[in-house]
């Protein structure tokens, strides 16, 4: 009887690994994903995930409630955003490249590089947050010569 036992749990022990192994490896469903990892600031908290990347847990309901999202499209050489005001709070940036170069999106403030993505082929896209402080900031590309040639956005954030 004791070998039966053992034998039940190392099969379910076994089904129930493979059915996580393979819900982590799963394909691209379109949607945006939480983020794999994040780097902090003293500016903002931060994460950027293609939306091809395994999901990771979700973020707290407290952190969902606060985030507004905002949609951002890379043209060449513009950024097409569904917000022109911002009031100090965490953004949810929705970016898409419709644009037929690869295009990243970056937040400064004061010089430095607060947040940002991975650069992103035609078609792709990534979930960027970010709390943003009352304060300057410029949304801009990084690749190449593209935010020279006017792929940049001056926002100000209020209180």
Known sequence: MPLQINSARRTAA???????????????????????????????ETSATESSAPAAPAPSSATEAAAEAVTVNAVDFDFELSEDSYS??????????????????IVERDGAEVAGTEVLQ???SATL?????????????SVGAHR????????????
Do not use: I, K, Q, R
């Open 14 to 44: 076994l089904v129930l690994a493979l059915g996580l192994g393979l819900s982590a490896c799963g394909g691209d469903d379109g949607g945006t994903d939480a983020a794999s990892g994040s780097t902090t600031s003293s500016a903002a």
């Open 88 to 105: 100090a709070g965490t953004y949810t940036f929705e970016v898409t490249n419709t644009g037929n170069m690869p295009h990243d999106f």
């Open 122 to 124: 035609p078609g792709s």
């Open 129 to 141: 947050e970010v709390t943003l402080e009352e304060g300057d900031y410029f949304f801009y590309c």
């Open 148 to 159: 020279a040639n006017g792929m940049e956005v001056p926002v100000t954030v209020s209180a």
